[in-house]
């Protein structure tokens, strides 16, 4: 055995170093996963006080960094077509009762990581989205409100160890019961949108907003 351990000694040394090489190179892919997930932006999309349109939007950062939130999109579906709205005003938080936790009354500006703020009532903010897509003063009472049983609010900002906008959606449902719209969730988690073309494509039309 000594002999034959002696003899095979450069072989069984260039093993040990591939298997060490193997080793390390696999713990290097899960730090460099690890660091990655660490890096990369999230947005969470959640509604509270009730299921009722007047239910508020939250929107929390979950990132490592701060996110500067550029804009509130709505995309509502319709059999008359599809109705997708930038909203960066904040007229309706304005002219609301209830305070804002934006400083400015915006839903505009700067999000600390793990920190939450109401974007507004998922009223107001469908409410301001009838009005820029068809001049209708409100959802209820619109046209497009009592063909929509789907919409998707997407948040879209800016993160600092991203070069494009940063984007994260979710879509809701709308159910009618007793006279009354009630709001039910149609994805569990809140899609952050990763894919190079998709942001893009957020950055285009959100250039075209302004």
């Known amino acids: 055995m000594h002999d034959w351990l002696a003899s095979n000694a450069t072989l069984i040394s260039t ?13 290097l892919h899960i ?4 660091h990655q997930r660490r890096r990369r932006p ?28 550029q804009s509130v999109v709505v995309d509502m579906g319709t059999a008359s077509g599809h109705h997708r ?10 002219n609301s009762a209830r305070p804002s936790d934006w400083k400015h009354m915006t839903r505009q500006g700067p999000l600390g990581p793990g920190k939450l703020v ?6 107001s903010i469908l409410d301001y989205a ?15 409100g009592s063909e929509v049983h789907q919409f998707e609010i997407t948040i879209v900002g800016m993160y600092g160890s991203e070069d494009m906008l940063i984007g994260a959606t979710r879509r809701f449902g ?3 019961r007793e006279g009354r719209a009630c709001l039910r969730s149609e994805t569990v988690e809140t899609h952050q949108i990763t894919s190079a073309r998709e942001r893009r494509k957020l950055a285009r039309e959100l250039a075209q907003q302004l």
């Open 15 to 27: 093993f040990a170093s591939l298997g060490m090489l193997v080793i390390w190179s696999m713990y």
């Open 31 to 34: 730090f460099w996963r690890s």
């Open 42 to 69: 999230k947005l969470i999309i959640n509604w509270g006080e009730g299921r009722a349109l007047s239910a508020r939007c939250f929107v929390t950062n979950m990132s490592e960094g701060a996110v500067f939130i």
């Open 85 to 94: 709205t930038f909203i960066s005003d904040a007229e309706d938080l304005r």
């Open 118 to 123: 109401d974007m507004g009532s998922f009223e």
């Open 130 to 144: 009838v009005r820029k897509a068809t001049g209708e003063r409100t959802f209820a009472g619109s046209t497009v």
């Open 174 to 176: 709308i159910d009618h």
